[in-house]
């Protein structure tokens, strides 16, 4: 009984260019009481592994987090499984914005402590008592009132890219990082303010709005469904896009372009950019914005130390990775301080006085 994952990237890739199917992009969560993570794991990933089903997918005693892609005509065979288990039964599927057939390429069903790493203690507070959810139209009202705090709760890399327009985006590296922040910078509004949130697709939200009810803000709601379900219904009914510039996505796609605007710069050059790569170096393998140019003339790598050691025969490049563990700038996403033009640090309060001004 086959239970993980026994083919290359690159062998996946050409699979599913030989099978020539449309594949489509998705992602959903729920948090439930699942008794045996492990279990409940082993039975999905033999399901969709049947289904042609790939992507990671987190599993923990709190519920599931996916993201995945499957054959668009395996669609139904997989919602109709989805229905077979209660607490998944009728559950909003997010469609990705653009589809590649080559976002996810392999299935991994992975047991986590939590499905997102939020460094709380769930004990401590009621996690069911969560904010308002509320579609794009409301949304779009809400943060035209000027009691409303609009907060991203994503990390700066993502929101760097792209983000609400007048929303304050916290300069930090993890989900995890955010909650005492805001919850510190924005304690003087904890009765006077409508405090709004989004990230990708609604999960991240779950969490803090419930975390900041306890923290004792009064008027919380969180745009149901993140970005992504925002973008679907602004498009299916017409309304007015708010969002600006591209919605970073956890998959090979790396971005979602969500409107026309360029509103990121390449991190070597300062060029107007919003493409996020990875250094080409293994040793390093930063994620950094980089524009064409600067991408043909270092060859994929973020510094010139990594150019000359990407341009090492391959083998000399694992004998220098020897004993090395992984770069401490892997971990910066964009931070690196070789690179002139990374993202500023920003204090969120002083963002928000200066839109009260």
């Not at 996690?127 to 139209?137: I, L, M, Q, R, S």
């Not at 708010?242 to 070597?268: L, P």
Request: hydrophobic share 35%; net charge negative; charged share 30%.
């Amino acid at each position: 009984m086959q239970l993980y994952n026994k083919l290359s990237a690159k062998e996946r890739a050409e699979l599913i260019d030989k099978a020539g199917k449309n594949r489509l992009t998705l992602s959903f969560y729920q948090y439930a009481k699942i008794t045996n993570p492990q279990e409940f794991r082993d039975q999905l990933f033999i399901t969709w592994n049947e289904l042609d089903v790939l992507g990671r997918i987190y599993v923990a005693h709190e519920g599931i987090n996916g993201q995945l892609s499957l054959p668009a005509d395996r669609f139904n065979a997989f919602k109709s499984h989805l229905d077979t288990i209660d607490f998944l039964k009728g559950i909003r599927l997010n469609i990705a914005v653009e589809q590649n057939n080559k976002s996810f390429l392999k299935l991994k069903v992975k047991v986590r402590d939590k499905i997102v790493a939020d460094g709380l203690n769930d004990d401590t507070f009621d996690v069911t008592n969560k904010g308002v959810h509320v579609d794009a139209n409301t949304f779009n009202e809400l943060i035209e009132d000027s009691k409303t705090v609009l907060v991203d709760m994503r990390n700066h890399y993502e929101s760097e890219i792209g983000h609400f327009k007048n929303a304050i985006t916290p300069d930090v590296d993890t989900f995890r990082e955010s909650l005492d922040i805001i919850e510190d910078d924005l304690k003087t509004h904890k009765e006077d303010k409508n405090l709004v949130m989004y990230c990708t697709g609604g999960i991240r939200c779950e969490k803090a709005s419930a975390y900041f009810k306890h923290k004792g803000f009064k008027n919380v709601y969180q745009l149901e469904g993140g970005i992504i379900e925002y973008t679907r219904q602004v498009n299916e009914n017409n309304l007015e896009n708010k969002f600006v510039g591209k919605n970073f996505v956890f998959d090979e796609r790396r971005a979602e372009k969500i409107s026309d605007d360029v509103i990121a710069c390449c991190h070597q050059c300062g060029k107007p950019a919003d493409i996020h790569t990875n250094c080409a170096n293994d040793a390093c393998h930063l994620l950094f914005i980089q524009c064409d140019d600067c991408k043909k003339e270092m060859n994929n790598c973020c510094s010139t130390n990594c150019k000359e050691i990407h341009a090492l025969p391959y083998e000399e490049q694992k004998e220098l990775r020897k004993g090395q563990g992984n770069s401490n700038d892997i971990f910066k996403k964009g931070r690196a301080d070789h690179l002139p033009y990374k993202k500023d640090l920003r204090n969120i309060f002083e963002v928000l006085k200066n839109k009260e001004a």
